[in-house]
């Protein structure tokens, strides 16, 4: 099995930070790509942010310039620095990865349980 578990949520003022981490475990082959997503109330959830196991990373372009996305391969775990946030940042934030399993050949998408950030005006 593997276990997504996330932290790093809560409550902030417009203009505020917060940093997320989401530790991937179980029994893990590799991770390709990792990633972060929100679901406001009433809306799709949404694609924040991708890093590949290269490093590459890509963003949702409302947070191009305040969000940073990274990973650390050695503790398989993902991160998200959010800095200059805004009330329509508030949302539930999702940790994704795309993982093998020990003892297979396949790539999954598993997901975390949901951080709530909530940013006040």
């Known amino acids: 099995q593997v276990q997504l578990v996330e932290s790093g949520g809560g409550l902030v003022q417009a203009g505020g930070s917060l940093r997320l981490s989401c530790a991937v475990s179980?029994?893990?082959?590799?991770?390709?790509?990792m990633g972060w997503y929100r679901q406001a109330p009433g809306k799709q959830r949404e694609l924040v942010a991708t890093?590949?196991?290269?490093?590459?990373?890509n963003y949702k372009d409302s947070v191009k310039g305040r969000f940073t996305i990274s990973r650390d391969n050695a503790k398989n775990t993902v991160y998200l620095q959010m800095n200059s946030l805004k009330p329509e940042d508030t949302a539930v934030y999702y940790c994704?990865?795309?993982?093998?399993?020990?003892?297979?050949?396949?790539?999954?998408?598993?997901w975390g349980q949901g951080t709530q950030v909530t940013v006040s005006s």
């Open positions: 994704h990865a795309v993982v093998r399993m020990v003892g297979t050949i396949r790539y999954y998408d598993y």
């Open positions: 890093v590949t196991s290269g490093h590459s990373t």
């Open positions: 179980g029994s893990i082959f590799s991770i390709n790509a």
